[in-house]
T-cell receptor, first 111, second 111 residues
Framework: KAGVTQTPRYLIKTRGQQVTLSCSPI?????VSWYQQTPGQGLQFLFE???????NKGNFPGRFSGRQFSNSRSEMNVSTLELGDSALYLC??????????FGPGTRLTVT | QKEVEQNSGPLSVPEGAIASLNCTYS??????FFWYRQYSGKSPELIMS????GDKEDGRFTAQLNKASQYVSLLIRDSQPSDSATYLC???????????FGQGTELSVKP
């Protein structure tokens, strides 16, 4: 099976802009979770989607949002970018409930 | 108190030795426990999952879980230089796909 794919892999944006990241889960996996990884805070949970519904949400401001489509593909959006949003954004897919498998990530740099 | 705690390391072991990585968690209702390996510049890779008390072995890796002590460990036997990476402990509680990660332990295996 193909693994989790994320696009784009690298992104440079300016403060105040918005960005959309995409994730395609492993075939047959219906749950998609998003995480932010920074050197200072480590890996932090953003949100989880299952069957197009947000099932869990982490402690991030409303500028961070996401959605899931009927084919389980997911997008996350960050509006009004801040310097502190520079991070590796990771998507993980899993079966209904189970182990999570990470994609390669999107490296976002905000200047 | 952090929800998931790991020694940050670095932990240095000679090639062929046993590397022991430890993790404690604070939420008693946690049900699922995972170890991920992350090479520098890469995304986390799932190497072990454990759900019940006791030991679980997979090749050179053994995960140990003690729910009474809220303690999870990972043993790597016959350590190889290719095992040099950061090892992340992750805990999932009831009801959903949120993983809570420790800060990771950096392991260095010296030839």
């Amino acid at each position: 099976k193909a693994g989790v794919t994320q696009t784009p892999r690298y992104l440079i944006k300016t403060r105040g802009q918005q960005v959309t990241l995409s994730c395609s889960p492993i075939s047959g996996h219906r749950s998609v979770s998003w995480y932010q990884q920074t050197p200072g805070q480590g890996l932090q949970f953003l949100f989880e989607y299952f069957s197009e519904t947000q099932r869990n949400k982490g402690n991030f401001p409303g500028r961070f949002s996401g959605r899931q489509f009927s084919n389980s593909r997911s997008e996350m959006n960050v509006s009004t970018l801040e310097l502190g949003d520079s991070a590796l954004y990771l998507c993980a897919s899993s079966p209904v409930r189970g182990e999570q498998y990470f994609g390669p990530g999107t490296r976002l740099t905000v200047t | 108190q952090k929800e998931v705690e790991q020694n940050s390391g670095p932990l240095s072991v000679p090639e062929g030795a046993i590397a022991s990585l430890n993790c404690t968690y604070s939420d008693r209702v946690s049900q699922s426990f995972f170890w991920y390996r992350q090479y520098s510049g890469k995304s986390p890779e799932l190497i072990m999952s454990i759900y019940s008390n006791g030991d679980k072995e997979d090749g050179r890796f053994t995960a140990q879980l003690n729910k009474a002590s809220q303690y999870v460990s990972l043993l790597i036997r016959d350590s190889q230089p290719s095992d040099s990476a950061t090892y992340l402990c992750a805990v999932k509680t009831v009801g959903g796909g949120k993983l809570i990660f420790g800060q990771g332990t950096e392991l260095s295996v010296k030839p």
